[in-house]
RNA sequence: GGGCCUGUAGCUCAGCUCGGUUAGAGCGCUUCCCUGAUAAGGAAGAGGUCGAUGGUUCAAGUCCAUCCAGGCCCA
């Protein structure tokens, strides 16, 4: 009966991870970690919702890795980390997908189809891509609690978010404005800034400049002109009432022929060029209150000229066409001058009645060329030419977007704009930068928020409105139920049901029936609103009221770097909006993945990894453990297939190697870790004294990183210590193990039990990481021995033992890798093998330093020599000496550069002095310079007979051997 | 157009906070060694205008400025 279950020495990961897997389900260790820490500390964590719309990728294991790492790292520090998964539900990206399927086109196809039967179809294809979402969860080893997740589509979660906008409602921070966005005439919605942002292209659109002819003005000589406008967009002069001038830039009315023409003076040349006479130079102000002729008639009382700041002077002429339908700031001139909004289209992009009759049901940008037609036609067209520039079309669907003046409704976020940047200080990013950079510029340039989308698969805006004009705001079905008098417990708050709920208007004296608006919300604010709305938190029904004061606000959230503009706004915004508090305080922010050549990876670029692809290959420890240590979790990286391999060889592999050479021999020895004690470390032989010192540090820096949120670090010095136990201390041990039949000598067992303890540690300290290879060498090598639990993820995260580092045996074992190193290349130089025994290594250090003493025995057998001597200085070769330039450098400043070439021409003298530990005076330009040795790095030059190997700075120990009598 | 990040060997990345004169690692490639961890291990070699230019400095991959390229975010 072995101590050890009999390892394979061919490791198939995936397999493993199968087993793991399976203990954990049936041991139930995930629910056991956290019942270890009930009544522990608790470090809150809160999982951003993915949308689940389409199949995972894997930019979405690195998110989930990292939201895995510190929770486990917590957890088994002893502090209680609840772990609820959650889903975000509703949006357009998942209506998208429906109107894909079912082959529709557009909000008039949608209600042909059936809101009802639309919006089941968007639910049944969450829960179908949640399925995706948990199968990659489990199987990446994400340990959160999928069981009681939160859907944003649930009952309570939206009667929770009901609740928050009634009372934002109340406090007048919920508002209905007139305001112009960016609408995407196909879906039939609003697109938030973020979502505009998204679909920026550079395409040819026309650029026109066209006659405005002058009918009236302060400065009659004006009259019989024209103004010359210039747009990017003909379609909207239709709707032109006004134009803008930049008051303090000089004009100038310019004249050709019969043709006179008012522009912007430092426009003249770029527009219109040579062939112009200046008549005469005014300032935009003399132009202000001019009255022309529009391009299409269409309303009274406006088409003036009037004074703006925001008139360009590097594109068009100095004269802007204004249209308030179609542009915020048009808009916001507009309703200063009082004019009406003149809007000539309609909701899906196409020309009204009240568009000119030739473009009527044309959508915009097809009108372009026939009114470009229609003003040459008509003699106002002085130019018309194709310009380059960006524009925004939808991201979904590719339809340019227009900017249209539209009813929505807005959270008032401008008004808490210094208290978010005040939050925003209690905030730790990682990286840093963050904080004040990207998103503290977002948080500047704050806007308020467009919340209402014109859509159906969404959390309903829970406004009622009756015939009045008055608006009610309900907080939940419970209330809906009393204010339409009938019991709605059991309805589902979705549309179009919702929609179909008439009330009784409760404002004093009113009691019409008021009918919901349409709108559904924009789905961030459903996520933004997780911290209280996952439990279903509402303070009248006195639900979720406990989890939600014990979990607000977060220690850590972790997203990619795109959710600065996203979650990690609407979670901070709601926060302030609700609580007045940051929603979290520490972010770890992590840059994205992208494919071997850099791009992004997308569907239509087809150069999307299947993480399962990887799974099924190298298993998940290897694409934890990449994305863990693998370049800068902040900054983009480079991902292919073949790195993974590289992870499995590099690391697991030599792990695993370690780890099967220990239990094949602690098996074939029969060593058992509990039968005989371990040797006090003070008796251990110096090389595992060594290596558990070197474990000592490495648990420490392990420790360190992780509390910094640095698990790259962290996981770097594990693998460097994972490489000296392997390259070095088992490869320096390996005879030690090889005890065949009969009892292990003392030698031998101090050898298991350092090995064996530095196994078992590096389980533990790699749990977090890479928990499957952990949980692996866990179960076998350490569960149920020595009081230790069944899973390393219920052991607590190993603590250093200072008493056992020991810095000079470090630095002495550093010296002898690099002497023996040194020493194979001369051997390789010298074309004699090491399996040649030869008589002696000379290391030139003076005997005795830094403990090196102790360990001539370990170069003696790496290099096959029977004595390893330290050098007689004087006898080998000559001294030089280098500028220790920091030293040196601010002391002499330039003359560093003589002293510099006359240490390069000595011949040994000052240097062999130098070396000696005298100070000597050196020549230096027409002075002298007084050298102490700490002014110079001193190396050596070797002479004939020795084969020598070289250290330059800073460790200098030129290392020659001798090869005079090499048969032994 | 603006903000932030990135640019170092064929590939993936350290080093830049705090400047120090021969810029590192792993992988890949070539040659060789080892053969009781062997789908391992060791040594050597080739491979770099540290994105470009200018500046500060005795000294710049590192600091400053400008520019170029890529990414993300915002217009």
Redesign the pocket.
Known sequence: MSTFERVE??VRFPELEARILAFWREADVFRRSLELRAGAPEWVFYEGPPTANGKPGIHHVEPRTFKDVYPRFKTMTGHLVRRKAGWDCHGLPVELEIEKEIGTSGKRDIEAFGIAAFNARCRESVQRYVGDFERLTERIGFWIDLSEAYWTMSTDYIESVWWSLKRLHQRGLLVEADKVTAYCPRCGTALS??E???G?RVVEDPSVYVRFPIVESPDPSLVGGSLLVWTTTPWTLPANTGVAVAPDEPYVQVRRAHEALVLARSRLQQTLGEGWTIERTLPGSAIVGTRYEPPYANVEGAHRVVAADFVSMEEGTGLVHLAPAFGALDLEVGRREGWPVVKPVGDDGAFTEEGPPFVRGLFVKDADPKIVDDLRKRGRLVRAEAYEH?YPFCWRCATPLLYYARTSWYVLTTRIKDRLLEVNEEVNWYPE??KH??YG??LE?N?DWALSRDRYWGTPLPIWRCPAGHDTAVGSLRELGELAGRDLGDLDPHRPAIDEVRIRCPFEGCGAEASRLPPVIDAWYDSGAMPFAQWGYHPELGRGIEEFERSFPADFISEA??Q??GWFYTLMAEGVLHFDSTAYRNVVCLG?IVD?D???MSKSLGNVIDPFDVLDRQGADALRWFLLT???PW????VSLE?FD?IV??FL??LW??Y??FVTYAIADGFDPEATPPPPLEERPVLDRWIWSELQLTVAEARERLEAYDATAAGRRIERFVDDL??WY??RS?RRF?N?GGEPSPDALAAFHTLHGCLVTVAALLAPFTPFIAEELWRNLAAGRSGHPDSVHLADYPEPDPAAIDPALGTAMAEVRRIV?LG??VR?ETRI???QPLRAAVVDRPAGSAGLAALVDLIAEELNVKAVRFADRASIGRWRAK?N??AL??RL??R??ALARALADDDGSIAGRLAAGETVAVTVGDGAVELAPSDVEL?REVGVGWGCGER??PRRGARPRDRRDPRA
Request: glycine share 8%.
């Open positions: 020495p061919r800034d973020a505009v942002a998204l920026y960006s930068h963050i950079g990207r510029n977002w340039n806007v770097i795109d600065t503009r994205h071997r850099g791009r992004k693998s370049g800068s900054s983009s990286r480079r790195v590289e060889r590099r592999l030599t190697n370690v099967a050479f392997s390259n088992v490869r390996r090889w065949p190193e194979r290349r390789v093998r090491t399996r500028p330039y920091r450098g601010p400043g330039a560093v550069q190396t330059g700075r």
